[in-house]
């Protein structure tokens, strides 16, 4: 019998209280309720129980009643985020000088490269950012709205499924209330 593994639900702790125009921005684009959804409490089993049925080629749940996996569908019911919109895409970063480039443009500031991760920018960079950012653009701010912010909550969570079902994985990150509801 395979051994047991246990992941770490890898989750930062949300800020306490956005500042006035940040939260007024989140309400804006309806991300404000899932921008304060706090940290999955003492639910191991379950999230280790449904990472053991996840496959990654397929993308699903493999139980003995079927298949079943999260949908669109559930996010937008879920979390009430837009999935029928423009979608979120954008290009690949190859290299920390392109990464750094990009962030010197969108924030006035570049990050370390301790602070990224492959071409991935660290989330704590992010959030020491974001006290130190001012929103100036309106117009770029609302434009987020009509992004599918739920098919990127989604991707996100598939990635971290398929990161965690790896043998040699030990977290999982990710809005892992879609698998708690």
């Not at 007024?24 to 379950?46: D, M, T, W």
């Not at 139980?63 to 954008?90: K, M, N, Y």
């Not at 929103?135 to 989604?154: F, K, N, R």
């Not at 079902?165 to 698998?179: A, H, N, Q, T, V």
């Amino acid at each position: 019998m395979e051994s047991l593994r246990y992941l770490i639900c890898d989750h930062p702790l949300p800020p306490n209280r956005y500042n006035d125009r940040v939260e007024e921005h989140l309400r804006f684009i309806g991300f404000l309720h899932v921008s304060q959804i706090r940290v999955v409490q003492c639910q191991k089993a379950l999230v280790n129980a449904l990472v053991e049925r996840w496959h990654p080629n397929t993308h699903t749940f493999h139980l003995r009643v079927g298949e079943c996996a999260v949908t669109l569908e559930d996010v937008a019911v879920i979390f009430g985020l837009p999935t029928d919109v423009l979608p979120v895409t954008w290009m690949i970063m190859s290299s920390f000088e392109a990464l750094e480039a990009e962030c010197l443009q969108q924030f006035g500031v570049a990050p370390k490269k301790s602070d990224c991760r492959a071409s991935c920018i660290k989330l704590t960079w992010l959030r020491d950012l974001k006290e130190r950012l001012q929103l100036v653009d309106e117009t770029s701010m609302q434009s987020i709205g009509q992004y599918s912010l739920g098919s990127a909550c989604l991707a996100h969570l598939y990635r971290s499924l398929c990161r965690a079902s790896r043998f040699d994985c030990k977290k999982i990150d990710g809005p892992l209330e879609l698998l708690l509801t």
